[in-house]
């Protein structure tokens, strides 16, 4: 069973920045395509930013975040960031990383097997 616990989030105003950490509890983590989605009060899980298995992996994002948000891997300490820069109030709500061993990666939910618990991010005005 993979564990993935996410940290990083917290209050912060517009314009500013936030970077979110997902640890897996297994070894190497560069085995999963990893995702990150997130979901505001009321509404639908999104997708955020997925990136794919392997060390030169290609990225993808949602069209709301790309050229703000940056995903990346720290495999050193086994870990999928997601930089998040020029936030807006509309970025508020929790984010959650899952991952999925040799997966394809993309946007859809049930690409992944594995979900972290979430953490929240809330942007003011």
């Known amino acids: 069973q993979v564990q993935l616990v996410e940290s990083g989030g917290g209050l912060v105003q517009a314009g500013g920045s936030l970077r979110l950490s997902c640890a897996a509890s297994?070894?190497?983590?560069?085995?999963?395509?990893v995702g990150w989605f997130r979901q505001a009060p009321g509404k639908e899980h999104e997708f955020v930013a997925s990136?794919?298995?392997?060390?030169?992996?290609?990225?993808y994002y949602a069209d709301s975040v790309k050229a703000r948000f940056t995903i990346s891997r720290d495999n050193a300490k086994n870990t999928v960031l997601l930089q998040m820069n020029s936030l807006k109030p509309e970025d508020t709500a929790v984010y959650y990383c899952?991952?999925?061993?040799w997966g394809a990666g993309g946007s859809n939910r049930g690409s992944y097997e594995y979900w972290g618990q979430g953490t929240q991010v809330t942007v003011s005005s």
């Open positions: 297994v070894r190497p983590f560069s085995r999963y395509t």
């Open positions: 899952a991952a999925d061993l």
């Open positions: 990136i794919l298995w392997g060390h030169g992996s290609s990225t």
